[in-house]
């Protein structure tokens, strides 16, 4: 009968998060069509634009290890209803700063509700690698993150739907100059951002009537936390996977960030910005989310490193062709980059953790706290669209996703060092 319980209280606490996972997936999603709609009422380069993504990446480096101190002290539950308090109030934030007119507005907006995001991720990532045993935490990371990428998908659709309409195919072009035009484009994101906040709010009353279950079913996985990030400073394993982990993030939001413009250039496939979001949720995203459902099937039967390096290979092949600049050609390579990402972020997450040779909390915060380096990432890829060519931005991306096939056979010739 206990057993029973037992085994009711961790698969309750396994859906609690992977709904989480949907909603954080779903929310930060939106940045890409929002970097279009910004870019055309604001009339921003895409060094302008792309400051979006920096400021997530800000706050990630910021909030990280605050994060998993007040873990540590609140629970995760606690942190957990105050991560989504802090982005219901970005969400909300970003509608005061459009009424306003202020890019700068909607940036500091961005920054709360991506320091809520952070919150959020600290918390949920522990606990499900925590939720049963280190030998498939593999399994359980990809099955969760599955719900993230589906999150990304709908998220995508909605806010390419909602945020990028017939004014923002026109300001593509060049062609808003009037404020009526310009207060149409910032009314669409205010109702896209309100809808969140209103998700967001009913997420924070779910969880607060499952808060007693949730603990006891996670009470095991809190009691690994515990060490200072610092320990895994210490470690060659733990500091290379946070460096690949930021390299991927970052590769991922670069490729999503300028994906709308890129596949709206003529050279490329010419299609209007709208479809191009459309392209980029159900293509790209879409893509994520059908390769983490397999390749969470495949890890029953390939070994984690070895599907890491045939992804993280495959994933720089295709960026290799969008920069070949061959028409629609590199767009479906570029949108197919996507498939490959999938499994990267948990297999990544997971491996460093067995391998470490410290506490699991102690690298998680490591692990946490580098995905903010990826944010140069997003800057260099910047700087060469708008000093080259969106086609010859996506080198970086490549590189990145190489030096993650390294990661993958140098984790694969060391094998597993797991300390629970």
Same mark, same amino acid.
């Given at each position: 009968?206990?057993?029973?319980?037992?085994?009711?209280?961790?698969?309750?606490? !396994?859906?609690?998060?992977?709904?989480?996972?949907?909603?954080?997936? %779903?929310?930060?999603?939106?940045?890409?069509? $929002?970097? *279009?709609?910004?870019?055309?009422?604001?009339?921003?380069?895409?060094?302008?634009?792309?400051?979006?993504?920096?400021?997530?990446?800000?706050?990630?480096?910021?909030?990280?290890?605050?994060?998993?101190?007040?873990?540590?002290?609140?629970?995760?539950?606690?942190?957990?209803?105050?991560?989504?308090?802090?982005?219901?109030?970005?969400?909300?934030?970003?509608?005061?700063?459009?009424?306003?007119?202020?890019?700068?507005?909607?940036?500091?907006?961005?920054?709360?509700?991506?320091? =809520?995001?952070?919150?959020?991720?600290?918390?949920?990532?522990?606990?499900?690698? =925590?939720?049963?045993?280190?030998?498939?935490?593999? %399994? &359980?990371?990809?099955?969760?993150?599955? !719900?993230?990428?589906?999150?990304?998908?709908?998220?995508?659709?909605?806010?390419?739907?909602?945020? $990028?309409?017939?004014?923002?195919?026109?300001?593509?072009?060049?062609?808003?100059?009037?404020?009526?035009?310009? &207060?149409?484009?910032?009314?669409?994101? #205010?109702? +896209?951002?309100?809808?969140?906040?209103?998700?967001?709010?009913?997420?924070?009353?779910?969880?607060? %009537?499952?808060?007693?279950?949730?603990?006891?079913?996670?009470?095991?996985?809190?009691? $690994?936390? =515990?060490?200072?990030?610092?320990?895994?400073?210490?470690?060659?394993?733990?500091?290379?996977?946070?460096?690949?982990?930021?390299?991927?993030?970052?590769?991922?939001?670069?490729?999503?960030?300028?994906?709308?413009? %890129?596949?709206?250039? &003529?050279?490329?496939?010419?299609?209007?910005?709208?479809?191009?979001?459309?392209?980029?949720?159900?293509?790209?995203?879409?893509?994520?989310?059908?390769?983490?459902?397999? @390749?969470?099937?495949?890890?029953? &039967?390939? +070994?984690?490193?070895?599907?890491?390096?045939?992804?993280?290979?495959? +994933?720089?092949?295709?960026?290799?062709?969008?920069?070949?600049?061959?028409?629609?050609?590199?767009?479906?390579?570029?949108? =197919?980059?996507?498939?490959?990402?999938? *499994?990267?972020?948990?297999?990544?997450?997971?491996?460093?953790?067995?391998?470490? @040779?410290?506490?699991?909390?102690?690298?998680? @915060?490591?692990?946490?706290?580098?995905?903010?380096?990826?944010?140069?990432?997003?800057?260099? *890829?910047?700087?060469?669209? #708008?000093? /080259?060519?969106?086609?010859? +931005? !996506?080198?970086?991306?490549? *590189?990145?996703?190489?030096?993650?096939?390294?990661?993958?056979?140098?984790?694969? /010739?060391?094998?597993?060092?797991?300390?629970?």
């Amino acid at each position: 009968m206990m057993q029973r319980l037992r085994k009711l209280e961790v698969t309750s606490a !396994f859906v609690a998060v992977t709904t989480l996972f949907f909603v954080w997936g %779903f929310i930060s999603s939106n940045n890409d069509p $929002l970097i *279009v709609a910004m870019r055309a009422a604001f009339q921003l380069s895409y060094s302008e634009a792309l400051q979006i993504q920096l400021v997530s990446f800000l706050a990630n480096g910021l909030m990280s290890l605050p994060a998993a101190s007040l873990g540590n002290r609140l629970g995760a539950v606690n942190t957990i209803l105050l991560a989504l308090a802090t982005m219901t109030t970005g969400c909300l934030s970003v509608g005061l700063a459009l009424a306003e007119e202020s890019y700068p507005g909607v940036l500091g907006a961005l920054f709360v509700l991506a320091l =809520g995001i952070t919150m959020l991720q600290v918390s949920a990532n522990p606990l499900v690698a =925590g939720l049963g045993p280190a030998s498939s935490s593999h %399994f &359980r990371l990809n099955f969760a993150q599955t !719900f993230n990428s589906l999150g990304v998908v709908v998220g995508v659709n909605y806010g390419a739907a909602v945020m $990028l309409g017939e004014r923002v195919m026109t300001a593509g072009q060049g062609s808003i100059h009037n404020n009526a035009e310009r &207060r149409e484009v910032l009314q669409a994101v #205010d109702g +896209a951002f309100l809808t969140m906040a209103a998700m967001l709010t009913a997420l924070a009353a779910f969880v607060w %009537f499952q808060r007693h279950r949730i603990g006891l079913a996670t009470g095991k996985a809190e009691a $690994l936390a =515990g060490t200072s990030v610092l320990a895994a400073l210490r470690s060659r394993w733990a500091v290379s996977g946070a460096l690949v982990i930021g390299l991927y993030v970052g590769a991922e939001v670069s490729i999503a960030s300028v994906m709308i413009n %890129f596949l709206h250039e &003529r050279t490329v496939m010419g299609l209007p910005l709208e479809q191009g979001g459309f392209y980029l949720a159900n293509v790209y995203w879409g893509g994520a989310l059908a390769g983490r459902i397999i @390749g969470t099937i495949l890890l029953t &039967r390939i +070994a984690a490193v070895r599907l890491l390096a045939i992804c993280a290979g495959m +994933a720089a092949f295709l960026c290799l062709m969008a920069f070949a600049e061959a028409g629609s050609v590199s767009g479906w390579a570029a949108l =197919g980059v996507g498939l490959f990402n999938s *499994v990267m972020f948990p297999t990544i997450f997971s491996l460093t953790l067995e391998r470490s @040779g410290v506490s699991r909390s102690s690298t998680s @915060g490591l692990l946490v706290l580098a995905i903010s380096f990826g944010a140069l990432l997003p800057f260099l *890829v910047a700087r060469l669209a #708008d000093t /080259a060519s969106l086609a010859t +931005a !996506f080198a970086v991306p490549a *590189v990145a996703y190489l030096a993650i096939v390294c990661f993958a056979w140098r984790a694969d /010739a060391a094998g597993p060092m797991t300390q629970d």
